[in-house]
Nanobody
Framework: QVQLVESGGGLVQPGGSLRLSCAAS????????MGWYRQAPGKQRELVAI???????NYADSMKGRFTISRDNAKNTVYLQMNSLKPEDTSVYYC???????????WGQGTQVTVSS
């Protein structure tokens, strides 16, 4: 089992940047595929980006070229660098971990990102 804690959210102006962090309570190396999802009010949770244990990444089309997911296995932390932010990026961002052996999924509590002038 792993617990996830997100941080780094906040208020940013359009065109600005934020870096989100997700700290895991245990080792994520070689075991957990990691991802970021987001959910805006009244909308379904959607994929932002994922990074596998082998460092393969995948992004939702609307985030390609603006967002970068990375992982530091030594720190048991996953990051989401978000650049060129738009008002429509306003959401609660959730960290997700999927055990590659059991497929069990874990979620963090979320961090609010608000893009507004």
């Amino acid at each position: 089992q792993v617990q996830l804690v997100e941080s780094g959210g906040g208020l940013v102006q359009p065109g600005g940047s934020l870096r989100l962090s997700c700290a895991a309570s245990g080792s994520i190396a070689n075991t957990y595929h990691m991802g970021w999802y987001r959910q805006a009010p009244g909308k379904q949770r959607e994929l932002v980006a994922i990074i596998t244990t082998g460092d393969t990444t995948n992004y939702a089309d609307s985030m390609k070229g603006r967002f970068t997911i990375s992982r530091d296995n030594a720190k048991n932390t996953v990051y989401l660098q978000m650049n060129s932010l738009k008002p429509e990026d306003t959401s609660v961002y959730y960290c997700n971990a999927v055990n590659r052996y059991t497929s069990r999924s874990y979620w963090g509590q979320g961090t609010q990102v608000t893009v507004s002038s």
